[in-house]
């Protein structure tokens, strides 16, 4: 059984820093693209960050240069270092992982995460 678990979201104030940790299980995920995906009440899921199997990163526009995404030496675990969050950031962040590994835009999501609350008070 598949499965991608997240954690370390939380309440943090403006300014701060979170890092969200993605586990993966249940078949390998070396070609696989993963990412995080972000939705805030009311909007829809966007894309926040991607990773491709190669190491090539991409990400939105609105947290380019706050936020990094990088994958664990196991391969199975992705993480979102999060810095100087906005109350704009507020959002339930899922983990994704999608089988065109080379594409870091995540078009085509195969397994999602259950998602983890970050709240950013001002």
């Known amino acids: 059984q598949v499965q991608l678990v997240e954690s370390g979201g939380g309440l943090v104030q403006a300014g701060g820093s979170l890092r969200l940790s993605c586990a993966a299980s249940g078949r390998t995920f070396g070609d696989y693209a993963m990412g995080w995906y972000r939705q805030a009440p009311g909007k829809q899921r966007e894309l926040v960050a991607g990773?491709?199997?190669?190491?090539?990163?991409n990400y939105a526009d609105s947290v380019k240069g706050r936020f990094t995404i990088s994958k664990g030496n196991a391969k199975n675990t992705v993480y979102l270092q999060m810095n100087s969050l906005k109350p704009e950031d507020t959002a339930v962040y899922y983990c994704?992982?999608?089988?065109?590994?080379?594409?870091?835009?995540?078009?085509?999501?195969?397994?999602w995460g259950q998602g983890t609350q970050v709240t950013v008070s001002s």
């Open positions: 994704a992982a999608d089988r065109t590994g080379w594409n870091p835009s995540l078009r085509t999501v195969e397994y």
């Open positions: 990773i491709t199997s190669g190491g090539r990163r």
